[in-house]
């Protein structure tokens, strides 16, 4: 099934992940991209202004 | 709730029905179980994320009942299957994405504060029992990557001493976990987490606080609060 459509071709889960080392710390590239998308989405959440209802008091 | 409760005779009193009925309605009444207004500061995305995290787990839910009633055939060899099947996983992981992210909203809150402990910790008991609901699907998909998983895990966990009763190559019991054990704890825990929250109101910001008390008091002063200075 890799890469039958181009985002197949882009995330190609049918291989093991590549592994990013520094010192004694391993880490999958796709748990990586996840804890940083968290601590995006996070900052987004306290920076994003929330919308006003229409009838504020 | 304007109108006050029904007050039993003594000797209605005494029955259990009525006193469970008498502490429910005093711990949670109507207006505070399902409120209408909520405090100013609550109007921030970072409020979002305990409910993202239900929405989440709905979809959960929902999608493993179909794959349930269906089976591991259906699941793996048909396209429709597959599609139910991946929206079970990609629910999963928006669940718990959601839930880090309301975990460290709520951490850097010190959301515990004025009372609410056991909100924080009926929180972190879900997280590590969905850890558990999670590794028990990853087991149970009936697929190579399961085996995988299940022959990575048994020395782990025969190491511990908990391999005799939780045997991760014994499917039928690890699908009793994950389909019924594990999830109806979870539906359970999530339900007294928000119940908590309900009865607590939302904790004030660090900064509301100190606005209002002296300062040499403000340390201390957190863990006497109670959900009072919410209303
Ligand atoms: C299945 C997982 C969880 C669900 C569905 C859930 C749901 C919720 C909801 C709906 C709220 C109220 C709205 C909000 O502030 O977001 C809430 C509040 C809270 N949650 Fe969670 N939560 C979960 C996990 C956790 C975890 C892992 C922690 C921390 C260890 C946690 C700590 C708290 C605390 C302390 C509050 C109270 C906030 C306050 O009183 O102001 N929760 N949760």
Do not use: C
């Amino acid at each position: 099934m890799t890469g039958t459509t181009p985002l197949g071709a882009i995330f190609d889960l049918n291989v093991p992940a590549h592994y990013l080392s520094w010192h004694f710390i391993q880490i999958s590239v796709p748990n990586f991209v996840v804890i940083v998308l968290m601590i995006v989405v996070f900052v987004a959440a306290l920076l994003i202004p929330f919308p006003k209802r229409e009838r504020e008091p | 709730m304007s109108a006050p409760a029904h007050r039993p005779a003594k000797a209605e009193r005494t029955m259990w029905t009525t006193r469970v009925r008498e502490r429910a309605v005093r711990e949670m009444p109507p207006e505070k179980l399902l409120p209408d207004r909520q405090p100013s500061y609550v109007s921030s995305w970072i409020y979002v994320f305990g409910v993202v995290t239900i929405a989440a787990f709905a979809v959960v839910v929902a999608s493993g009942v179909i794959l349930g009633l269906k089976g591991p055939e259906w699941w793996h060899l048909t396209g429709l299957g597959h599609f139910v099947n991946s929206m079970h996983l990609w629910a999963v992981e928006i669940f718990f994405f959601a839930m880090v992210v309301h975990l460290w909203g709520k951490f850097f809150m010190g959301a515990w504060r004025g009372g609410r402990s056991r909100t924080w910790v009926t929180g972190a008991i879900t997280f590590l029992v969905a850890i558990g609901a999670a590794f028990t699907g990853y087991v149970s998909q009936q697929n190579f990557d399961s085996q995988w998983i299940a022959f990575e895990a048994k020395d782990g966990l025969n190491a511990v001493g908990i391999g005799s009763f939780f045997n991760v190559a014994n499917f039928g019991q690890m699908y009793t976990w994950h389909v019924i054990l594990l999830p109806t704890v979870v539906v359970l825990l999530i339900v007294g987490h928000v119940l908590l929250v309900r009865r607590t109101g939302v904790v004030p910001p660090y900064a509301a606080r100190l606005a209002k008390a002296p300062p040499a008091a403000t340390a201390t002063a957190a863990g006497a609060a109670t959900g009072a200075e919410d209303a």
